[in-house]
Nanobody, 123 residues
Framework: HVQLVESGGGLVQTGDSLRLSCVVS????????MAWFRQAPGQEREFVAA????????YYEDSVKGRFTISRDNAKNTVYLQMNSLKPEDTAVYYC????????????????WGQGTQVTVSS
């Protein structure tokens, strides 16, 4: 199994920045890809960004391109989400996710999930 623990959420103002972290433990050698998803109140969970653990290739949802950056430090078993120019519509619980097989696209197929961290952006 793989365990994920997120941190770094908080309350910020429009235009501010935050960096989320996700520490991966357990069978980390099985991890093929990592991603961040988010879920706003009353809405479905949506894909934000993903990264290949081996190549470091990255993938983003259109609304965050140019503002968010996903990265990983394999030595620390940690994935990050740097969020700049935050907007009120970025308010959500952000979840870290991991997949161990290359099934489907980078926005689907994640078997392991963290507990989530709240990000609130005030206007």
């Amino acid at each position: 199994h793989v365990q994920l623990v997120e941190s770094g959420g908080g309350l910020v103002q429009t235009g501010d920045s935050l960096r989320l972290s996700c520490v991966v433990s357990g069978r980390t050698s099985n991890v093929y890809g990592m991603a961040w998803f988010r879920q706003a109140p009353g809405q479905e969970r949506e894909f934000v960004a993903a990264i290949s653990r081996s190549s470091g290739s990255t993938y983003y949802e259109d609304s965050v391109k140019g503002r968010f950056t996903i990265s990983r430090d394999n030595a620390k078993n940690t994935v990050y989400l740097q969020m700049n120019s935050l907007k009120p519509e970025d308010t959500a619980v952000y979840y870290c996710a991991a997949k161990s097989v290359a099934l489907g696209g980078w926005d689907t197929g994640y078997a392991y999930w963290g507990q989530g961290t709240q990000v609130t952006v005030s206007s």
